[in-house]
Nanobody, 124 residues
């Protein structure tokens, strides 16, 4: 399984970014997808997840109401729309392909597949 995240960059506080993650190597529509992030000197933390059908989503409290996760099975991709960005959102963002029965776990799971991250920097 290969995951390629993109869309990171430098943005001012209050701005928006949209991250994308394209997956390959297994049937995309059968699996949940998620996003984690890791800020300098901090542990990797859960951001958002979407179930295999796209009908259910789950967010960390810190991003609820500002971030939206979605998926496009035809493109084998998941997206993270990030609005009202804050300096605390600065981190490397990672997409993850998840077992459909473990999609809401807020910690990295042994069954997860990870992509290389994309850096998001929010300036004040």
């Amino acid at each position: 399984v290969q995951l390629q995240a993109s869309g990171g960059g430098l943005v001012q506080a209050g701005g928006s970014l949209r991250l994308s993650c394209v997956a390959s190597g297994r049937t995309f529509s059968r699996y949940a997808m998620g996003w984690f992030r890791q800020a300098p000197g901090k542990e990797r933390e859960f951001v958002a997840a979407i179930n295999w059908s796209g009908e259910a989503t789950y967010y960390a409290d810190s991003v609820k109401g500002r971030f939206t996760i979605s998926r496009d099975d035809a493109k084998e991709a998941t997206f993270l729309q990030m609005n009202m960005l804050e300096t605390e959102d600065t981190a490397v963002y990672y997409c993850v392909s998840r077992d459909p029965n473990r999609w809401k776990l807020t910690a990295p799971d042994r069954l997860d597949y990870w992509g290389k991250g994309t850096l998001v920097t929010v300036s004040s």
